[in-house]
């Protein structure tokens, strides 16, 4: 359903009160469970289970393709099933990815989170 976006310039709505639309996002890709995009030549991910919508604007101008969460550098967003409340990660690192959590290390505080909770995770490398 979320491939027919691959290519295009889209405002994504989530379900999230800390980041409720990624506006002029190229959607690059399409994992188990996220929308691969890049915004301001950073890679980015929405989670599928909590995006409201999508409203395609134009084509986009990348010819590449992200179907992979990788570890590096981000800020993550986390909404565990409320619209309200959940934490921010910022200035945080992706150190591990395996099966359905992740790891996160902000400064010397490592936090494991389950990727059914994350809404949008902002990659900080450009493409």
Do not use: Q, W
């Amino acid at each position: 359903m979320y491939s027919a976006y691959i290519g295009k310039i889209c405002d994504i709505s989530m379900k999230s009160f800390r980041y409720s639309v990624i506006r002029n996002a190229e959607i690059v890709g399409v994992t188990n469970h996220f929308i691969c995009f890049v915004k301001n030549r950073k890679p980015g991910f929405a989670n599928m289970s909590k995006v409201m919508g999508i409203l395609e604007k134009k084509e986009g101008s990348l010819s590449l393709r992200i179907n992979e969460l990788n570890c590096g550098k981000c800020t993550v967003y986390v909404n565990k099933g409320t619209y309200f409340g959940g934490n921010t990660y910022l200035f945080s690192e992706i150190t591990e990815v395996s099966g359905e959590e992740i790891v996160i290390k902000t400064g010397e505080f490592v936090a494991r989170v389950s990727l059914s909770d994350v809404s949008v995770i902002k990659m900080k490398s450009e493409v």
